[in-house]
């Protein structure tokens, strides 16, 4: 009995490991010199992504953030520019699983293991906001997250993940 439920344990653990490694990553940084209050319109600058339709999106789920924050969008000449890129790529893990324990190391081996190779896409939107005066970087969001087969399902987690990227924004100023 004590064997079996070690098992189900380190299985338990296994599967909590790969959950984690395939969840999304939120990361922001700022200019901690930058005056936050000044600024209250924006204006897109650029849109990069390999999919056009995802252009809409991206910038729904980013109008959507900003606007909640209080600041408005302008066709041009905005406070802050904003610019967005989305990048995907392939990445690999490897699943390593044993269908004989053999009894441990004290009882002559683990038996026999078979490993198998799964490839997931994995996309990245990186989100940029620049003083439009000045012409420098004063805010960047990104996210990467593993992306499904279905663009229902990743809309969804591009607007969860927009919306905690701009979670704490603006930054609060130092005092």
Do not use: C
């Amino acid at each position: 009995m004590k064997l079996h439920n070690k098992m189900l344990v380190s299985i338990a653990t296994f599967f909590v490991f790969v959950a984690a490694s395939f969840a999304e990553q939120v990361k922001t940084d700022y200019d901690h010199s930058a005056n936050f209050g000044q600024y209250k319109t924006y204006s897109w600058e650029k849109v990069q992504t390999k999919d056009p339709l995802m252009v809409d999106r991206i910038k729904d789920a980013v109008n959507a953030a900003l606007a909640a924050k209080g600041w408005t969008q302008v066709d041009s000449g905005g406070d802050v520019s904003v610019v967005a890129m989305e990048i995907t790529k392939n990445q690999q893990t490897l699943n390593t699983f044993y269908d004989g324990f053999g009894g441990g190391w004290r009882w002559g081996g683990f038996g026999d293991a078979t490993t198998t190779t799964e490839t997931y896409k994995v996309g990245t939107l990186v989100v940029d906001l620049f003083d439009a005066k000045a012409k420098n970087l004063i805010w960047r969001g990104s996210s990467s997250d593993t992306l499904s087969n279905n663009p229902d399902k990743n809309t969804k987690n591009l607007d969860k993940e927009v919306k905690k990227m701009f979670a704490h924004f603006p930054p609060e100023a130092k005092k």
